[in-house]
């Protein structure tokens, strides 16, 4: 099989992790489950309910992750909206937040083929954005993209904090036995989980293990965090997707030298 025993360190957050861990163990990988991200909502929760009692002032929902999916329905199900209203349409990153959505009774009317923040405004484009109004919701962390975008083609944009990233609790023991005994491969799918990394494992403990292992992230903001700490990204999709990111690993894993190790 494609992972033949490799340890693949996965970084997501609870309730995330098991989808991808799923995906290495069918193709024979050992995943190691070590969370960097603990989702959690905004500080502020004004902003949100604010934006739901005037949800149909919108022409268009944007979701850029299953995260902002799943924390914006949640809380448009406890404001008793259990659909979009009449007019609204929603617009997904991807496939993944597509499916997210359809569970989630906020079925995507758009899905861009290019999943990035780039592709999606793309997509919007066909549908046309001069004179349209857009919500957006969000990390509080979120990438100013999507919004600069839709303002600059003659769009309004207003962006909601839906979550916020958090430090997970750190366990001792999993963070002992990475550090004695690296990963093959290390992924990361945002820039809060590669930077908590180091504040989980420690920068010096965190720094050997990724100089021993293979890096592999999904996007180009997180592989810029990985290049900002001087590291080399190995391994990235073309399809910022779970499976993509096994594929690629599988392709990287393939393409190895014969001693195994890290081609840095």
């Not at 392709?251 to 030298?257: C, E, G, L, M, N």
Request: aromatic share 6%; net charge positive.
């Amino acid at each position: 099989m494609g992972l033949s025993g490799k340890r693949i360190l996965v970084t997501r957050g609870e309730g995330q992790a098991e989808e991808f861990a799923g995906l290495i163990r069918k193709r024979g990988g050992v995943p190691v489950l070590f969370p960097t991200i603990r989702l959690v909502p905004p500080d502020d929760a004004a902003p949100l309910g604010c934006a739901l009692a005037r949800l149909s002032t919108f022409d268009w929902i944007l979701f850029a992750s299953a995260n902002a999916a799943k924390f914006f329905c949640g809380s448009a199900v406890q404001a008793s909206i259990l659909r979009p209203p009449r007019g609204v349409r929603v617009a997904s990153i991807g496939p993944g937040t597509s499916r997210e959505l359809q569970r989630l009774g906020f079925p995507a009317d758009l899905t861009a083929s290019r999943h990035t923040a780039e592709g999606l405004v793309d997509a919007l484009r066909s549908e046309g954005i001069a004179g349209k109004r857009f919500l957006l919701p969000r990390a509080a962390e979120g990438r100013e993209t999507i919004p600069a975008e839709i303002l600059r083609l003659g769009g309004s944009v207003e962006t909601v904090a839906v979550y916020r990233n958090g430090l997970p609790e750190k366990d001792d023991r999993a963070a002992r036995e990475i550090a004695a005994a690296p990963p093959d491969v290390c992924t990361f799918a945002s820039p809060s989980a590669f930077r908590n990394f180091f504040l989980l494992l420690g920068e010096g403990p965190a720094s050997e293990v990724l100089r021993r292992s293979r890096i592999a992230v999904i996007g180009e903001v997180t592989a810029r965090a990985v290049a900002k700490k001087k590291f080399a990204v190995d391994i990235m999709p073309e399809k910022y997707t779970l499976e993509g990111m096994v594929e690629a690993i599988e392709a990287r894993i393939a393409s190895a030298k014969p001693d195994g190790g890290p081609n840095r």
